[in-house]
């Protein structure tokens, strides 16, 4: 008989065998020629915990073969476009507000793009603000004193003078709004 290697998801211990073991259920291996049992990692779609089980990877996350929560095991877990996840808690995730602020393909915490950080990337940096896709850097402008609260406050008495002037009526006709 031709030697081959075992497929993906099988092994053998013995060169030469043409008999492959199959890894256990929710496990396979990473590539075809598997020597041991070892080498029998978490399917795709699920992670292993460290403690000897292979866990169903959370929505958000990507979670290919041989995914591990500590890596010593294996490749981290990954974040879906669209999602967040602190390095602390990696696998509570939330929905960012735009998938532009959040790629993903990243590990949890450090999926943010430049100028968002904090839950869901949903901060901008000093200087920028939220325009409903990314942080964009705020105009002179708006980053000038004079927009507020200056603006207002000589602005405010013009328009009550105006509304004033502009629905003038006698004091009796008050009573009928």
Do not use: H, M
């Not at 081959?4 to 043409?18: A, L, W």
């Not at 795709?44 to 929560?69: E, H, I, N, W």
């Amino acid at each position: 008989a031709d030697c081959q290697r075992c497929p993906r998801g099988t092994y053998s211990e013995n060169i030469g065998s043409t008999a492959c073991n199959a890894c256990s259920a929710g496990r396979s291996t990473e590539s075809p020629g598997s020597a041991n049992a070892e080498l029998c990692v978490c399917d795709a779609g699920s992670f292993y915990d460290g403690d000897g089980l292979c866990q169903p990877c959370p929505k958000g996350l990507r979670c290919p073969v041989g995914t591990a929560l500590q890596s010593a095991f294996g490749a981290p877990p990954t974040l879906e476009a669209g999602y967040w996840a602190s390095a602390e808690e990696p696998l509570s995730t939330f929905r960012c507000a735009s998938d532009s602020v959040c790629p993903g393909g990243a590990e949890p915490g450090q999926v943010c793009v430049s100028n968002s950080w904090g839950r869901a990337c949903a901060r901008c940096e000093a200087g920028y603000i939220f325009l409903g896709r990314a942080c964009t850097a705020c105009t002179p402008l708006e980053r000038s004193r004079i927009l507020f609260p200056v603006l207002p406050l000589l602005l405010g008495p013009a328009v009550v003078v105006l509304l004033y002037r502009t629905s003038r009526q006698d004091v009796e006709a008050w009573r009928n709004w």
